[in-house]
């Protein structure tokens, strides 16, 4: 192992085989020399790209390539973007003679590909295929790698480096002090990449096929969302079109995550993936109600899928009576049996139920052709068609057969008359439970307030203020005050009468928090492309966590996905880990207990006599370290926390901002899922406990946000678990 750094960093007890001084400083300053010349080679990449752009209206032969053309280079001159903070590459690979491809060559791994003016690469993007013996590689296995090479940065200027000699068995694992120096890292704002820090076991995941669907059951710490994200980077790499064409989509719990993760796609040349919450994926209508949580579980139960199946099935009725149709001096007429035979055949089809609107109506047409054909010897006109299609008597048998239906009138109907709901659910919902449906459903008077938020994750009408309690029922549809949970019906209604459009490949982050319902909304989108779950059972939160993989995965249409582990993490310490460990009987699941590499951190347990002011006096104290810090209190306690540290001169930001530059973060525990901090302040553990009945689990989450040092201020005494 050889090692180079600055006089002033810390460097590894030389081995006699170590090179002199001299010559590491030789070979300091080449990869400096290497990085200013790739960056100029990015440069000119992107200066090329922006010429090309500039003058696309002048090669493009219509407007409409013109726009095809814009599109395709300003997002190439995205793709290109340079961030002189970021290292341009972190590794390089020496390879030997074992590999009769490579033998001899070295290649510089990095975020991107970067070649030079005659078109030789100069930085190796970390998802090409050679570019996998640097996660892979290993004495035991050195896959053609004589040296594998780690560097230093710092503010985007490089340091040192490490080198590893695997073909002398030499390998450094995790005692790589410049890889634990990245993984350690302090930070503020949004999340970063972990390219540079890729472990086999996550790089096997990362690298999975498109075909296929994976699990991720992941401990805290153990980086399944880096996992998550950087597969999506992958598959867009190795199916560029493909997934341009049908789309990457990544779903997180709540718009505070997705704010915080939103810069590691850009920062890997990922820049046109859609992210989005589930409320945001099935809102057809604004949420501007709540329902009381023994109405919304109802709703997200699984049963409700063929409760409304039952209700759209109830719609297609039988022929009664004859079609005739005037055709000028022509009378065409259709008898019962062919009729019976159109509605029967296209209900055996299962097709989405305007689909099937449709067809019948293009059947019935069919016969009309068939018998103006007969006695005209001709084929009719295609107006002569849309005319049939039109024809009075048509729209009424349609009407009458197979009526017009939207997803909003459905569940508007199933609702408010109790019989079309009896109906539907027969044998499936208890006489208490349709009851519990339509007593939820209010009647829309003046007296009623309402707010203009959905809610998530137990933040229910938090941002809107006053919000009516229950589904307030309009007239119609339209004047309804729906909730978040009726969207999730009203969103499985659509997906039996229109055919919702999919993505090539869906990353599902912190998914033990899904219902059925909304699980089934996903599988809508992902039923001819691949999901990525990822998720903590310890960290369900929702009335309706999952307690099983292989339910959500049966409800998501993917049952036979793979579930794979990830216990040992690398963000948060041993310490802090093993105090969250403390409620793992608690929370009955069934997962193995989290473990951590890391053997630094902090973890301070106390009893305070004023909350507020401890928690002031902790976040200054907290300030002296570099990184982040978050403070995590119940909800109704964050405002008054944010006011006193204000008051105290100590600038904080709201979890939704996650550019703001305030060092400190004041969030409730409920928007806390999948966020992390530095240094981490748990304001009264028992408060957040009791403010939910899964509230061991919020917890749970809670404590381990920490990747340095946890501090936990308690007035009440602690949670059993923890005593």
């Known amino acids: 192992m050889t090692l180079a750094a600055e006089p002033h960093r810390a460097s590894l007890p030389a081995r006699p085989d170590t090179p002199p001084r001299d010559e590491l400083d030789t070979q300091l300053a080449a990869e400096r020399a290497h990085l200013d010349t790739s960056r100029a080679a990015l440069r000119r990449m992107r200066e090329r790209a922006e010429a090309l752009f ?50 001899g060559r070295d290649y510089h ?73 990245e993984i350690e890292r302090p930070r503020v704002g949004p999340m970063r990449d972990i390219v540079a820090t890729i472990q086999p076991e996550q790089d096997e995941l990362v690298r999975a096929d498109l075909a296929d669907s994976i699990c991720v059951q992941g401990a805290p710490g153990t980086g399944k969302t880096a996992v998550g994200l950087h597969r999506a980077a992958y598959l867009l790499y190795l199916h560029r079109e493909r997934l341009r064409r049908s789309g990457v989509l990544i779903v997180g719990p709540n718009r505070a995550f997705l704010s915080y993760i939103a810069a590691v796609l850009p920062a890997l040349g990922e820049v046109e993936v859609a992210q989005a919450t589930v409320e945001d994926l099935v809102v057809r209508a604004p949420v501007r109600a709540v329902d009381d949580p023994a109405v919304a579980t109802l709703k997200h ?7 409304l199946r039952r209700a759209v099935d109830a719609h297609i009725g039988t022929p009664t009576e004859p079609i005739m149709v ?31 609107r449709e067809r019948v109506r293009a059947r019935v047409v069919g016969l009309l052709q068939r018998q103006s054909e007969a006695r005209r010897a001709e084929s009719p006109s295609d107006a002569w068609l849309r005319r049939m299609a039109k024809a009075k008597p048509v729209t009424a048998f349609l009407d009458a057969v197979w009526p017009a239906l939207t997803p909003e009138g459905l569940v508007h109907t199933l609702l408010s008359d109790p019989d079309a709901l009896a109906a539907a659910a027969d044998g499936l919902l208890t006489a208490e439970e349709q009851a519990l449906l339509l007593g939820s459903a209010v009647t829309a008077g003046p007296a009623a307030e309402t707010g203009d938020g959905a809610a998530t994750d137990g933040a229910a009408g938090r941002r809107s203020g006053r919000t009516a309690t229950g589904t ?49 909304a996903i599988a809508r989108r992902s039923e001819h492309g691949s999901i990525t779950l990822l998720g903590d059972l310890a960290q369900g939160t929702a009335p309706w966590a999952a307690s099983d993989w292989r339910e959500s995965l049966a409800h998501l249409g993917k049952p036979d996905a793979v579930v794979v582990p990830l216990s040992v993490g690398f963000r948060v310490p041993t310490v802090v880990v093993a105090f969250a460990n403390r409620l793992l009987p608690a929370l009955a699941v069934d997962v193995p207990p989290a473990e951590s590499l890391r ?16 928690t002031v006096a902790e976040v ?70 009791a403010a939910e009945p899964r509230g061991l689990h919020r917890l749970y989450v809670v404590l381990t946000r920490a990747v340095s040092r946890l501090s936990v201020l308690h007035r009440e005494p602690l949670p059993e678990p923890l005593g």
């Open 109 to 181: 791994v990095g975020r991107r590909h970067v070649t030079d003016e005659a078109g030789e690469p100069l930085v190796l993007d970390w998802r090409a295929p050679v570019s996998r013996s640097f996660y892979r590689a290993s004495a035991r296995d050195p896959q053609g790698v004589a040296v594998r090479r780690r560097f230093g940065f710092s503010s985007g200027l490089l340091t040192s480096f490490e080198d590893e000699h695997l073909d002398r068995g030499e390998e450094l694992g995790t005692a790589s002090r410049i890889l634990t120096a």
């Open 472 to 520: 307030k029922l309009g007239r119609t549809p339209k004047a309804t005050k729906w909730t978040a949970a009726d969207a999730v019906l009203i969103d499985e209604a659509a997906g039996l009468i229109e055919r919702p459009a999919g993505f090539g490949h869906v990353v599902v982050d912190e998914a033990q928090d899904l219902s059925p319902m909304q699980c089934r």
């Open 599 to 614: 053997r630094d951190g902090g973890l301070d347990v106390r009893t305070v006599a004023d909350l507020t002011v401890a």
């Open 54 to 103: 500039a003058g696309g209206e002048q090669v493009a032969g219509d407007p409409y390539a013109a726009e095809m053309l814009g599109r395709t280079l300003a997002r190439r001159v995205a793709e290109l973007a340079d961030d002189p903070t970021t290292p341009l590459f972190f590794g390089r690979l020496d390879f030997g003679d074992a590999d009769p491809d490579h033998a």
């Open 301 to 307: 139960d699984v049963r409700m899928a063929e409760v």
């Open 326 to 356: 005037s055709d000028g001096s022509f009378r065409w007429r259709i008898g019962l049996d062919p009729l019976h035979r159109v509605v029967e055949e296209t209900r055996r089809e299962g097709l989405p139920y305007a689909t099937g």
């Open 620 to 689: 200054r104290a907290a300030l002296a370290h570099d990184g982040s810090v978050g403070v995590i209190a119940a909800e109704d306690t964050v405002d008054r926390l944010r006011a006193a540290l204000a008051d105290a001169g100590v600038e904080t930001a709201s979890a939704d901002d996650v550019a703001a530059a305030a060092r400190v973060t004041v969030v409730p525990a409920t928007l806390v899922k999948g966020l992390e901090y530095d240094h981490v302040v748990v304001v009264e553990p028992a408060a957040i406990v």
